[in-house]
């Protein structure tokens, strides 16, 4: 199975700061990486497919990037709402893999 | 806006079978999308357990496939989980998901999710 690591594992920031979020797979994916956001007892959502495309209705301060095995997950501003976890998953290889998550505090 | 809500047992037995069931509202589940289960036991990471199509075609976790069975419901507009012989190890709570494709590729995704359910495996 594909493994997916994520950094940092938890974070605090304050709103309007710039938070960068890495997930690394364990071998090469191409651009097959899903992020989501998870608040406490809601349910997860989706925000980025195919490593950088923005799913419908998220804002525009979401964004992905990467390739190969090495992916990002940026917030320009961060917002209050944003507080939670959020966790990558790979689409390349069956079965579908998840990482750990990372906790965002605000 | 389709909606998705588990339902089911909160406790079960090691060895027992855990049947949990998945409402969706808001749209049919006779669609081309898939439907999916994910799991997250207590300081681990989510996992992917399995996915049906309306069709009844099925897609399987292998670590987890001799244990599951998937069945939908078209006329209630559900679809169901069994797992078999459970452990603690299978203490976890359980979402499901649409699954939009399962294929390999950019639009092998789950969005929307139910909340989840909490199941604890205890004697």
């Known amino acids: 199975d594909i493994q997916m690591t994520q950094s940092p594992p938890s974070l605090s920031a304050s709103v309007r700061d710039r938070v960068v979020i890495t997930c690394r797979a364990s071998?090469?994916?191409?651009?097959?990486l899903n992020w989501y956001h998870h608040k406490p007892g809601k349910a997860p959502r989706l925000l980025i497919y195919?490593?950088?495309s923005l799913q419908n209705g998220v804002p525009s301060r979401f964004s992905g990037s990467g390739s190969g095995t090495d992916f990002t997950l940026t917030i320009t501003s961060l917002q209050p709402e944003d507080f939670g976890i959020y966790f990558c998953q790979q689409s390349h290889t069956s079965p579908w893999t998840f990482g750990q998550g990372t906790k965002v505090e605000i | 806006q389709v909606q998705l809500q588990e339902s089911g047992p909160g406790l079960a037995k090691p060895s027992e079978t855990l049947s949990l069931t998945c409402t969706v509202s808001?749209?049919?589940?006779?669609?081309?999308?898939?439907w999916g289960w994910v799991r997250q036991a207590p300081g681990k990471a989510l996992e992917w357990i399995a996915t049906i199509h309306s069709g009844g075609t099925t897609y399987f976790n292998p670590s987890l496939k001799s244990r599951v069975t998937l069945s939908i419901d078209t006329s209630k507009n559900q679809f169901s989980l069994k797992l078999r012989s459970v452990t603690a190890a299978d203490t976890a709570v359980y979402h499901c998901?649409?699954?939009?494709?399962?294929?390999?590729?950019?639009?092998?995704?789950?969005?929307?999710w139910g909340q989840g359910t909490p199941v604890i495996v205890s004697s």
């Open positions: 998901a649409r699954h939009r494709a399962v294929t390999a590729g950019h639009y092998n995704w789950f969005d929307p």
């Open positions: 071998q090469t994916i191409s651009t097959n």
């Open positions: 808001g749209g049919s589940i006779i669609s081309s999308f898939y």
């Open positions: 195919g490593a950088s």
